[in-house]
C-alpha cells in the first residue's frame, strides 16, 4: 500500500501508550471496561493521530472531522486518545470515574473537551452521527464523522434504523467502524443473540462494507482511505478484534468486559505492554 | 367563543414563520407530518425537513446530532410515540447532554379519539417533567403555541410542547398576549377558589368560571402553559388568595400539572386540592367530545370538584 514503516511505528507505538493508559486508570478508578477498551485501541489511535481533521486547541471548529464512540463503555480509550493528543492533560486521566472528576464512567460531551456526544446507553451513536454528518452536508461542510459500534451494540434495534436512514440519506461523510470482537457481557455474541453474518446484514441496509484485521494498523488506514472515496453511500470497516487486545491475561477473556484489573494485574500487564510483546 | 384553531395547526405555521426566520431551524418528524402539520414547513424548506419513516428512536438521536452540530432540530410525533417509545433516547441523548433539541408532539391527550388508548397519552407531561434540563410547555391555544414556538427557539437546550388534534377556543388577543416561559397567566380574577389549568382544560376552567359566577362563587383562573419550571410563586399566590384549588389538565391526575401544583403547594402553602384529570386509567376510541365527557374533562367535572374543595376549605 506504501504506508511509510516509519508512521507505521509511530502509531503502533502511540496505541502501545493509550493501552498502558487504559490500564493504568481503569486499575486506579477500580471499575471500568477494559476489554472492549483495548480491542478498540488501534483503531482509534489511527484516527486520532493519523485520520481525522482535528485540532486540540479548538475543539469546537466546525469543520473538524468528528468521532462518536457509540460504544460509550470503551470511555477509557477515547480519553486515553484525547489526553495524548492534547484536549486535556494527560495527568488527569487517573482520574476516571471518581466523584467530581469531568471522567465520567460513560463519555460526557459537556464534561470533557473532545467528546463529540455523550454516549453510554448502546445503540443510538450511530443516529447522533448521522445528525451531524447532515448538519454537514446542510452547510455545505466536508468533515466526516467517523463512529464506532461494539458487536453486542448492534442487537439494539436503533442501531438498524440509524443504518437504514444513513443509506436513504447518502451520508457518504459516515464512515463506522464496527469492534468486532466477538463477545459481549453474557457470553459470546454469536451466542447470545448472534447478529451474524454481520458484513452481510450492512451490505443488505445500503452501506459499502470493508472487512480487516483491527488490530493491522496499514490494514486500518488503508481500509479508511478506500472509505474515503465510496460515494453516495455510507462505510462501514468491520473489524475483527481481539477482547482485551494487548494483555495476556484479558485477551479473548469475556469476563474482562467490565472488571479493572488489581494492582498486581496492572504491573503485569504494563510489563507486557512496555515489552512490546505483540 | 371564538373561533376554534387546533394548537397543531398553529404549530404548523409556526414552524415555517420561524423557518423563515432562522435558518439553523431544522424539523424532523417520522411519518406523521400531515398530522403533525410539519408538512406545512417541509413544503417550504424541504432542504432542511427530515421525514426518517416510523423510526422515532433514530428521530431523537438524529436530532441530538443535528443540535450537537449547531442546528435548532424540531422532532415531531404523536405525544405518545414522541415521548414513551423514546424515553431512553431523549433522557440519554437530549436532557443528559443538554442538547438543543425541542419535542413538539400532537395528538395529546383522549381528544385522539376513534385511534384508542394505544394513541392517547395521558402520561407524557409526568414522563417529560421529571426529566432534568427538560422545559414543558402546554400551550392552551393557538396565541399560546405559535408564541412557545418561537420563545422554545430562542430557548437553550430542551424543550417539550404538548399540542392536540383537536380544535379548541383562542384565548388570547395575539396583538396584546406577552409569553413569558415559566410565567403563569391570569385569565379570571376571583378570590374563592382558583383553577390552575392547562391546555384545553383553560377554556374549560374559564367556561365553569362563568356558571360558578353566577352561584355566587368567585372563581380565579390560572393558565400555566409552562408545568416546567412551574411558576411557584403565582400557584402560592393564587393558594393564598384563594385557600382552595383545583387543577385540571388533559392527562393522568398523577405526576402532571396536578402533581406540579401539589408538590409546590404541599411544600409552600397547604390547601385544600383536587385534581381534576384521567383517574389513572387508559383512554379508549370514540368521539373526542363524548371522550372528555366519559373521562371527567368538562366544564361541569371542574364545577363538581370547585363544590368538592369548597367544603373543606
Given amino acids: ?234 462505510s462501514i470497516i468491520v473489524a475483527r478484534t481481539i477482547k482485551g487486545k494487548g494483555c495476556s491475561f484479558m485477551e479473548h477473556q469475556v469476563g474482562w468486559h467490565g472488571s479493572a484489573p488489581k494492582p498486581e494485574q496492572v504491573e503485569q500487564a504494563l510489563r507486557e505492554l512496555a515489552g512490546g510483546s505483540f | 367563543m371564538s373561533k376554534k384553531i387546533a394548537t397543531r395547526e398553529a404549530y404548523g405555521a409556526a414552524l415555517v414563520e420561524l423557518g423563515r426566520l432562522n435558518p439553523n431551524v431544522v424539523v424532523l418528524d417520522a411519518d406523521l407530518a400531515k398530522s403533525t402539520k410539519t408538512a406545512d414547513f417541509s413544503k417550504e424548506f424541504p432542504q432542511r425537513f427530515f421525514d426518517v419513516g416510523i423510526a422515532e428512536q433514530n428521530m431523537i438521536g438524529t436530532a441530538a446530532g443535528l443540535a450537537a452540530a449547531g442546528k435548532v432540530p424540531f422532532a415531531s410525533s404523536f405525544a405518545v410515540f414522541a415521548t414513551g417509545r423514546v424515553y431512553d433516547q431523549i433522557r440519554n441523548s437530549v436532557a443528559y447532554p443538554r442538547l438543543n433539541v425541542k419535542i413538539a408532539a400532537t395528538h395529546a391527550g383522549v381528544t385522539v379519539g376513534e385511534d384508542g388508548a394505544s394513541h392517547q397519552m395521558v402520561e407524557d407531561i409526568a414522563l417529560m417533567r421529571v426529566l432534568p434540563n427538560m422545559t414543558v410547555i402546554v400551550p392552551a391555544d393557538a396565541v399560546e403555541t405559535r408564541a412557545a414556538v418561537l420563545a422554545a427557539a430562542e430557548m437553550d437546550g430542551p424543550v417539550y410542547i404538548r399540542l392536540g388534534r383537536s380544535g379548541v377556543p383562542v384565548l388570547h388577543d395575539e396583538n396584546n398576549f406577552r409569553f413569558e416561559p415559566g410565567r403563569a397567566v391570569t385569565l379570571r380574577e376571583g378570590n374563592d377558589v382558583a383553577v390552575i389549568a392547562c391546555g384545553i382544560m383553560a377554556a374549560a376552567a374559564l367556561e365553569a368560571a362563568e356558571k360558578l359566577a353566577g352561584e355566587g362563587v368567585s372563581v380565579r383562573v390560572l393558565d400555566v402553559h409552562t408545568i416546567k419550571p412551574l411558576d411557584v410563586q403565582a400557584v402560592v399566590e393564587a393558594a393564598k388568595i384563594t385557600g382552595a384549588v383545583v387543577t385540571a389538565e388533559e392527562h393522568s391526575i398523577i405526576g402532571g400539572l396536578g402533581g406540579a401544583v401539589a408538590e409546590a403547594l404541599a411544600e409552600h402553602h397547604p390547601v385544600p386540592v383536587r385534581r381534576v384529570g384521567v383517574l389513572d386509567t387508559f383512554g379508549e376510541s370514540g368521539k373526542p367530545d363524548e371522550l372528555l365527557e366519559k373521562y371527567g374533562l368538562t366544564p361541569a367535572d371542574i364545577t363538581l370538584a370547585v363544590h368538592e374543595v369548597l367544603k373543606r376549605k
Fill in chain 1, 1 to 234: 500500500m506504501g504506508i511509510p514503516a516509519e508512521k507505521l511505528d509511530r502509531l503502533r507505538e502511540k496505541a502501545r501508550e493509550i493501552r498502558r493508559h487504559i490500564i493504568t486508570m481503569v486499575g486506579a478508578a477500580g471499575s471500568g471496561h477494559p476489554g472492549g477498551s483495548l480491542s478498540a485501541a488501534d483503531i482509534v489511535t489511527a484516527l486520532y493521530f493519523e485520520v481525522m481533521r482535528i485540532d486540540p486547541r479548538r475543539p469546537g471548529w466546525p469543520e473538524r472531522d468528528r468521532f462518536v464512540l457509540s460504544k460509550g463503555h470503551a470511555a477509557p480509550v477515547l480519553y486515553a486518545a484525547l489526553a495524548e493528543r492534547g484536549y486535556f492533560p494527560v495527568a488527569s486521566l487517573p482520574s476516571l470515574r471518581q466523584t467530581g472528576s469531568p471522567l465520567q464512567g460513560h463519555p460526557d460531551m459537556r464534561k470533557v473537551p473532545g467528546v463529540e456526544m455523550s454516549t453510554g446507553s448502546l445503540g443510538q451513536g450511530l443516529s447522533a452521527a448521522n445528525g451531524m454528518a447532515l448538519a454537514g452536508k446542510l452547510d455545505g461542510r466536508d468533515y466526516r464523522v467517523f463512529v464506532m459500534l461494539g458487536d453486542g451494540e448492534i442487537q439494539e434495534g436503533q442501531v438498524w434504523e440509524a443504518a437504514m436512514a444513513a443509506a436513504h440519506y447518502k451520508l457518504d461523510n459516515v464512515i463506522a467502524f464496527l469492534d468486532h470482537n466477538g463477545l459481549q457481557i453474557d457470553g459470546p455474541v454469536t451466542e447470545i443473540m448472534s447478529p451474524e453474518p454481520v458484513a452481510d446484514k450492512w451490505r443488505a441496509f445500503g452501506w459499502d462494507v470493508q472487512e480487516i484485521d483491527g488490530h493491522d494498523m496499514a490494514a486500518i488506514l488503508a481500509a479508511v482511505a478506500r472509505a474515503g472515496e465510496v460515494q453516495g453511500k455510507p
